[in-house]
């Protein structure tokens, strides 16, 4: 018995121990975590300038989400790049 | 290897030469013409054994384990760089993001102010039947 628990001893001395190496998950820019806001609507006695400048503010809001979801995309391929360099 | 969390390496250094010394001197007690001496000559050469395996076992493990560390240094050293890269690049991404959406904001505040010097001469002449309104409103919401 004594033999047998040496012999485990010695064997258990092979165990390894975790790898203490973690990468956290890369922090992306807040203003990227904004949400697409909602598009303008048009009021029921709309005049011919107010249906231009809500136009106007609905496609400034489109081009602005463009923005975001073009950031997102370069954001994911630069960190891609960046997490495969790490192997 | 945990044991070697716990021990410093020259602990099994001591152990492998402790069993090589064993292991020479019992051979040296062949020589020795006492009987009660001899008879811990099987033992001690067992026990020397015993060590001397150890030993190696774990000499084995340390050259794993600088191994491992080495690897372990190198990486989180590859995961500080690229860290301090993603911040680099994030600050650029956001730059970029900044710059565009002033710029976008700008032309649109540009247009508003086409719109109010130019289009609302045409408010009074120009009536924006309702279906109109309607079918704008009901775009907007495509996504509900």
């Known amino acids: 018995m004594k033999y047998i628990i040496c012999v485990l001893f010695m064997l258990i001395s092979g165990c390894s121990t975790v790898v203490p190496v973690t990468v956290k998950f890369p922090e992306a820019p807040s203003k990227l975590q904004t949400i697409c806001p909602q598009l303008e609507k048009l009021k029921d006695e709309a005049k011919l300038s107010d249906v231009s400048k809500t136009i106007t503010i609905n496609y400034s809001t489109y081009y602005e989400c463009a923005v975001k979801v073009d950031s997102w995309i370069e954001w994911y391929q630069v960190h891609k790049l960046i997490f495969e360099g790490i192997k | 290897m945990w044991l070697l ?79 301090v890269e993603s911040v680099k690049q994030n600050v650029q991404i956001l730059e ?35 279906e109109f309104i309607k079918a704008h409103n009901d775009a907007t919401e495509l996504n509900k």
């Open chain 2, 5 to 83: 969390n716990f021990l410093p390496d020259w602990v099994f250094y001591v152990v492998g030469s402790v069993g090589l010394i064993g292991l020479f001197l019992s051979y040296l007690l062949q020589f020795i013409p006492i009987p009660s001496i001899n008879i811990y000559k099987i033992p001690i050469q067992l026990v020397s054994i015993v060590l001397i395996v150890f030993a190696t076992y774990m000499f084995g493990g340390i050259a794993n384990e600088e191994q491992w560390n080495a690897r372990v240094e190198e990486v989180e050293a590859k995961v500080a760089m690229a860290e």
């Open chain 2, 96 to 130: 970029k993001v900044v710059k565009k959406t002033e710029y976008i904001t700008r032309k649109g505040e540009e247009v508003i102010q086409y719109v109010d010097r130019e289009i609302v001469k045409y408010d009074s002449s120009c009536v924006i039947p309702k």
